[in-house]
C-alpha cells in the first residue's frame, strides 16, 4: 500500500507490489501498473502520451469518479505550480542575497 492513500485508490483494486503497484479498475477491470498520477489518467484523459488506456465503463456509471478525478488533478497540478514558484522565488532571493552580500564586501575593502 503506498504510504499516503488518497481517494483516487478507493477505485481499484490493489494487486501485488513491485516496481510499481499492480492494480485493477473496479469498473472495466482493466489491468495496469503505477500510482495515483496514472489512476487519475485512467480516468480523465488529459495526458494521452502517460500510456494508461481510457476506461471503458460505462459513462454515466463513472460520471462522479470522472468529476472527482478532474479535482483531484486541478489540485495536485495547482500545488506544483505553487511548489515551482516557491523554488523560483527562493532561487531569486538567494541570488539577490550574495549579490548584496558581494557588493558589501567590495564597499569594506574599498573603505579600507
Not at 482493466?30 to 489512476?39: E, H, N, T, Y
Not at 481510457?54 to 459513462?59: F, G, M, R, S
Not at 483531484?72 to 505550480?81: F, L, M, P, T, V
Request: hydrophobic share 35%; proline share 4%.
Amino acid at each position: 500500500m503506498p504510504s499516503f492513500k488518497g481517494p483516487d485508490w478507493e477505485h481499484v483494486v490493489l494487486g501485488q507490489k513491485g516496481q510499481n503497484y499492480k492494480m485493477e479498475c473496479k469498473y472495466c477491470k482493466l489491468k495496469f501498473s503505477g500510482g495515483a498520477p496514472r489512476i487519475r489518467e485512467h480516468f480523465i484523459r488529459r495526458n494521452p502520451s502517460v500510456g494508461v488506456a481510457v476506461c471503458k465503463a460505462d459513462p454515466a456509471e463513472i460520471e462522479d469518479v470522472v468529476a472527482s478525478m478532474a479535482e483531484i488533478d486541478d489540485a495536485q497540478k495547482q500545488k506544483e505550480q505553487h511548489a515551482t514558484k516557491k523554488r523560483q522565488l527562493d532561487r531569486n532571493t538567494a541570488s539577490m542575497s550574495a549579490v548584496s552580500e558581494a557588493a558589501a564586501s567590495t564597499q569594506l575593502t574599498m573603505d579600507t
